[in-house]
């Protein structure tokens, strides 16, 4: 009985100081989890208000190029080449997501819910803003030769289109820095 009350009295003081030092060790993960997250939130913020800037800077050029087509929309000596010229190419603004993606591929965990969902709509929109993209330059670059009306209509309303997306992703992208 004396050689269990003494067990008791050695192991107590060790089962004591593993809890205690697993407690600072959550306490120490915890807050290089917040450092972390502070972090890389600050870094999403910045590249979210840069992708904001840049969309606020390419939309206009793109209706230029709208207005560009549709002062040349009936001139059959006008290709789709010499709009794209005059209108300098075609314009896509650069949405930054590498913040986002480095949490995403380590400690998504860590993020709630709401502001996840957030991020990944981003990402998915970016996405097809980019998917978009390709297409109206395939269509232009396949057609660059072209001066008929039907074709400059065609690159007009993928432009439009593509406005849309990127007033779209705008719009969530100040969303998401309100909060």
Known sequence: ??????????????????????????????????????????????ELEESSKDIKYVIPKQ?????????????TDVSLYDIMIRANG?????????????IAN??????EYERLS???DIEERKENLTMRIEKQMDYAFL???????RKK???RMMILDVVGAEKELQANIEELLKK
């Open 1 to 46: 009985m004396k050689q269990i009350g003494q067990l008791i009295k050695d192991v107590i003081p060790v089962i004591i100081g593993i809890l205690i030092a697993l407690l600072i060790n959550n306490w120490n993960e915890d807050r290089k989890d917040r450092k972390y997250l502070n972090q890389i939130f600050s870094s999403i913020e910045k």
């Open 63 to 75: 209706l230029a190029s709208i207005d560009t087509i549709d002062a040349y929309l009936n001139n």
């Open 90 to 102: 075609i314009q896509k603004p650069r949405i930054k997501t590498n913040a986002w993606k480095a």
């Open 106 to 111: 380590s400690k998504i965990e860590l993020i």
């Open 118 to 120: 957030s991020l990944a």
């Open 143 to 149: 057609n660059f030769e072209k001066t008929d009306r």
């Open 153 to 155: 209509e065609v690159l």
